[in-house]
């Protein structure tokens, strides 16, 4: 990136996901970390001493004073929707980026796409395990046809935040699906494009209990049918895991964040585990699948090019998450 112009960034809300990309595109060639919004003066000053020579401030008329090529929101979902139309109207900044999910639902997800539109900026939404070189191989696999025809799939996202937790201190409605499930539902999307939610089977969907997650059957128009079990009380899961088996006419893959393997119908079997995939970065923080899609978004802004997932891309996984909550409406 030697030669061109230097990014200025602005990052809204400091929690875990804030500090950790103000943390990574700080180190990124081309770019400057300019300031940083939190309305917590808690925040503010946690930040202040976390992240030295940064501005840091809790007054969002302050932080607006900075002129940015981007900024990254990275506060609680239910905010994003207010807060990048803000960041639009303003005329902050036309290049965003959002953590996953890109809002609370696809209604508010299809007006940001039009928003963006009219802004004509780099989007990208923090699906962070399109960047997992495992995930990356499996698609790679699939799309150099090494099983066949895809008929089936299984996917999973399991944690055990919740695991023993009586029903009526659970989360509300959605949230497995919609915060710990919308990872394997994007790369789902990813791997096998658009997907349509078959109705609530009895016995299946499991949505008397909707809070602890939801199981639901899925068809392409190509004839794939898939299943999707997503639970954050899944006892045994102290960190989350995202996972699918792919059943095709010539054999089947698994895969999760650490290995792919590609088992033939001859009986053969082939794995690659992530260090087999050239899982390096500059700068490691939390994963390196998030130095990737950093870097990604910052490439794309300077080269005038695009990102994936962006808004448009990601709003399919709202408006899938959406269909799924509809059949928990018992």
Same mark, same amino acid.
Request: aromatic share 10%; hydrophobic share 40%; glycine share 8%.
């Given at each position: 990136?030697?030669?061109?112009?230097?990014?200025?960034?602005? =990052?809204?809300?400091?929690?875990?996901?804030?500090?950790?990309?103000?943390?990574?595109?700080?180190?990124? +060639?081309? =770019?400057?970390?300019?300031?940083?919004?939190?309305?917590?003066?808690?925040?503010?000053?946690?930040?202040?001493?976390?992240?030295?020579?940064?501005? =840091?401030?809790?007054?969002?008329?302050?932080?607006?004073?900075?002129?940015?090529?981007?900024?990254?929101?990275?506060?609680?979902? +239910?905010?994003?929707?207010?807060?990048?139309?803000?960041?639009?109207?303003?005329?902050?900044?036309?290049?965003?980026?959002?953590?996953?999910?890109?809002?609370?639902?696809?209604?508010?997800?299809?007006?940001?796409?039009?928003?963006?539109?009219?802004?004509?900026?780099?989007?990208?939404?923090?699906?962070?395990?399109?960047?997992?070189?495992?995930?990356?191989?499996?698609?790679?696999?699939?799309?150099?046809?090494?099983?066949?025809?895809?008929?089936?799939?299984?996917?999973?996202?399991?944690?055990?935040?919740?695991?023993?937790?009586?029903?009526?201190?659970?989360?509300?409605?959605?949230?497995?699906?919609?915060?710990?499930?919308?990872?394997?539902?994007?790369?789902?999307?990813?791997?096998?494009?658009?997907?349509?939610?078959?109705?609530?089977? +009895?016995?299946?969907?499991?949505?008397?209990?909707?809070?602890?997650?939801?199981?639901?059957?899925?068809?392409?128009?190509?004839?794939?049918?898939?299943?999707?079990?997503?639970?954050?009380?899944?006892?045994?899961?102290?960190?989350?895991?995202?996972?699918?088996?792919?059943?095709?006419?010539?054999?089947?893959?698994?895969?999760?964040?650490?290995?792919?393997?590609?088992?033939?119908?001859?009986?053969?079997?082939?794995?690659?585990?992530?260090?087999?995939?050239?899982?390096?970065?500059?700068?490691?923080?939390?994963?390196?699948?998030?130095?990737?899609? !950093?870097?990604?978004?910052?490439?794309?802004?300077?080269?005038?090019?695009?990102?994936?997932? !962006?808004?448009?891309?990601?709003?399919?996984?709202?408006?899938?998450?959406?269909? =799924?909550?509809?059949?928990?409406?018992?």
């Amino acid at each position: 990136m030697q030669g061109k112009k230097t990014l200025s960034i602005g =990052v809204i809300g400091m929690g875990k996901m804030g500090l950790l990309h103000a943390s990574i595109v700080n180190t990124i +060639p081309n =770019v400057r970390l300019s300031a940083i919004y939190d309305k917590s003066p808690i925040m503010k000053r946690f930040a202040g001493k976390a992240l030295n020579d940064i501005y =840091v401030t809790d007054s969002f008329d302050k932080f607006t004073g900075f002129k940015y090529d981007a900024v990254y929101v990275t506060t609680p979902i +239910p905010t994003h929707f207010s807060i990048v139309k803000e960041i639009y109207s303003l005329g902050i900044a036309k290049n965003i980026f959002v953590e996953k999910t890109l809002t609370s639902s696809y209604e508010q997800s299809a007006v940001l796409c039009r928003e963006a539109k009219a802004a004509s900026g780099v989007t990208m939404v923090g699906y962070m395990s399109r960047f997992a070189p495992t995930f990356q191989k499996a698609r790679a696999l699939l799309q150099e046809e090494m099983i066949g025809n895809p008929i089936s799939f299984k996917a999973y996202a399991y944690a055990s935040d919740f695991a023993g937790v009586k029903r009526k201190s659970l989360p509300g409605k959605g949230g497995a699906t919609s915060d710990l499930g919308a990872h394997v539902i994007d790369i789902s999307l990813w791997f096998f494009g658009e997907l349509e939610v078959e109705p609530a089977v +009895p016995g299946f969907s499991g949505t008397e209990n909707y809070e602890s997650g939801s199981r639901f059957k899925v068809h392409s128009s190509k004839g794939l049918t898939g299943e999707f079990d997503i639970s954050w009380s899944k006892a045994g899961y102290r960190l989350p895991e995202f996972g699918l088996a792919i059943s095709g006419s010539k054999g089947v893959i698994t895969v999760n964040a650490d290995v792919v393997k590609l088992e033939k119908n001859a009986g053969n079997i082939i794995s690659w585990h992530r260090q087999d995939l050239h899982d390096n970065v500059p700068f490691l923080l939390g994963a390196p699948e998030y130095y990737r899609e !950093d870097e990604h978004f910052i490439s794309a802004i300077l080269e005038n090019g695009s990102a994936e997932p !962006d808004f448009v891309t990601a709003s399919k996984v709202d408006l899938l998450i959406d269909r =799924v909550e509809s059949r928990m409406d018992v």
